[in-house]
């Protein structure tokens, strides 16, 4: 007898899979190409805001290294005196026209590229690498792909780095391409443990770009369990579920327009996000509402919104720590200013002593004549 599944714990997701990346990818493909750069802002902790106008229309993107990217209507409060980062990023781009975006492989990586012209109308063409990966980056790259700005420093390999000045490793930004795992099959029987993995782990072994939501919607459309170990008879059903997954990233598939919101049901806050129906033919979490939205972007821009106090509040932590910080190194810096007065004035009085110490005799003598 099989023992009952533990109800599944609703845990809210915070970060960009692959597949949202493929989403947010056709949809700003259609807003943003042929936009001018307006202005780039720095918002808060690893969070930058592009400003974009066409025609007299602006476009607000967002940019948060490791978690998210996607359009706002809402602009947050922003730094007073843009850092460092964000005034390289303005160097380098403000003027420029978007001209594409894409995902590279099917990872969590994207490239956004910008073209202009200088006052000799020579062509020049500058890259933003988004990495949503691990710790997360934003590389602004030349035309050669030669790294000109960045939030951190990483190593993909001994022999490839990501640095300043340095050639940017585009060739190994992404791990999984679609070609690469387009034979489910063959894969699957390439594998030498199966017997000892439960069916979501397989899917993860077998289609490693697929989030969990996403690998536990198909395993549930073929009537598998996603916590069950997997046996020689599910065989079929779960290659089915895994090249299900799969073909959400066939780049000859287009995604259908819109996207997707899932909440408990009367929760104030949802806890996921997905551009494809997660609840089509077979529902993987009970007691939830689901909430359609015509485009992937707008779905994001209102999944997102729930958390904008929150990062109002972080945003104004760091303001107020800055000021504070700004505060102590000018009380530092006049205590330094008095210690040295302090300093040379003792040292002033203590050669004086010195000076009347030595020529005692003198002064003992001039004084008595007086």
């Known amino acids: 007898m099989e023992k009952p599944e533990k109800p599944q714990k609703l845990k809210t997701r915070q970060k960009f ?142 022999e490839h780095r990501t640095a300043l000045k340095e050639i940017y490793p585009m060739h190994l930004a992404a791990q999984y391409y679609f070609q690469d795992l387009a034979d489910i099959e063959a894969r699957f029987d390439a594998l030498p443990d199966a017997t000892t993995l439960t069916h979501a782990q397989l899917i993860s072994k077998l289609v490693p770009c697929a989030h969990q939501a996403l690998a536990d919607w198909q395993l549930s459309r073929a009537g598998l369990s996603p916590a069950a170990k997997f046996i020689a008879s599910a065989k079929p059903a779960l290659l089915e579920a895994a090249q299900a997954t799969l073909d959400c990233f066939d780049p000859a598939k287009p995604l259908e327009a819109g996207g997707f ?43 997102f919104a729930q958390f904008a106090q929150a990062d109002d509040e972080a945003a104004q932590d760091e303001k107020i720590e800055r000021e504070a910080m700004k505060k102590f190194n000018k009380i530092q810096e006049d205590q330094q200013k008095r210690l040295a007065a302090i300093r040379e004035e003792v040292e002033l009085s203590t050669l004086r002593a010195r000076a009347v110490e030595q020529h005692s005799v003198e002064l003992t003598a001039l004084f008595n004549v007086a």
């Open 17 to 158: 899979s692959a597949l949202d990346i493929r989403g947010m990818v056709g949809d700003l493909s259609s807003q943003l190409v042929g936009t001018k750069v307006h202005n780039i802002y720095d918002a808060f902790s690893r969070t930058y805001i592009f400003k974009f106008s066409k025609s007299g229309a602006k476009v607000n993107l967002i940019m948060e290294s490791g978690v998210r990217f996607h359009t706002i209507e809402t602009f947050p409060d922003k730094n007073d005196k843009p850092n460092g980062f964000a005034m390289k990023l303005r160097k380098h781009l403000k003027g420029l026209f978007f001209e594409s975006v894409e995902q590279i492989g099917v990872e969590r990586v994207v490239r956004f590229k910008f073209v202009g012209a200088d006052v000799n109308n020579l062509d020049y063409t500058f890259y933003i690498v988004l990495e949503l990966y691990a710790k997360g980056n934003i590389v602004l790259l030349d035309g050669k792909n030669t790294v000109l700005a960045l939030l951190r420093s990483h190593k993909f390999d001994e």
């Open 261 to 303: 919101i899932y909440s408990a049901k009367g929760a104030a806050k949802a806890f996921e996000f997905s551009p494809v129906r997660l609840g089509s033919a077979a529902p993987i979490w009970s007691g939830v509402e689901e909430r359609a939205t015509a485009g992937f972007d707008e779905c994001v821009r209102l999944f």
